[in-house]
């Protein structure tokens, strides 16, 4: 009896991975078409999530999108949103599972953006300016996303609308984003603040900067912040 279980296990196994194969979007499959671009050695895992609106996203070549990852463009599908893509991953990114980005008017990921499991990018939100309206029938706000080539982002993070990021910065898992980070940033907590930043002269510090220790030849301190 075990003998069948393990050859009707295996089976199972080899035929998902078949489906998984061929479910998956690329270049050349018929769902990648419908995209406004989408680049040489793209893989969308198989399941997908939610994916809408299409011709106004583009990803650049061999970037990786994993499981159940969602891509949306608009409110739903059959909205046109204007001639330019407003979604645009960059060459050489991998998106974790589970993932959302969720575009309104634009997101752009750089090149090379690394993602853990269940993050979640949007460039809108709702509004609460009439205490009478319920929130969800308000018209809801739009600003632009940035996210610089190089980063990382944790697993879990949100980056709410208005965040623009640099080059090589590092988002905690769960922080959740929303103002303006210089490249080389490392950014953690809710709402996320910068803990610590990079420059030549002193390497990764804290915003402060760093100071020789006195009593420890070679050592390190923190600097206080001014602020």
Known sequence: MSLV?????????RAYGAIRRAGAINATAPAGYRFGRIGDGVSIA????????EQWIEIGDHTLVGERVSLSCGMGPGVDLGPESILRIGGGCSIGRGSHVVAHQSIDIGDDVFTGPYV???DQNHVYDDPDVPIGRQWPRNS???IGSGSWIGAGAIILPGTRLGRQCVVAGGAVVRGEFPDHSVVAGVPAKLVRGYTSELGWHAPG???????RPGG???????G
Request: aromatic residues 10%; glycine residues 10%.
């Open 144 to 146: 632009p996303v940035s």
């Open 120 to 122: 979640y990018i949007t």
């Open 46 to 53: 198989f399941p997908p999530g939610a994916i809408f609106g």
């Open 209 to 215: 900067g760093l100071l020789k220790h006195p009593a």
């Open 5 to 13: 279980r393990r050859a009707v296990g295996a089976l199972i196994h």
């Open 220 to 226: 390190w301190t923190e600097q206080a912040s001014a």
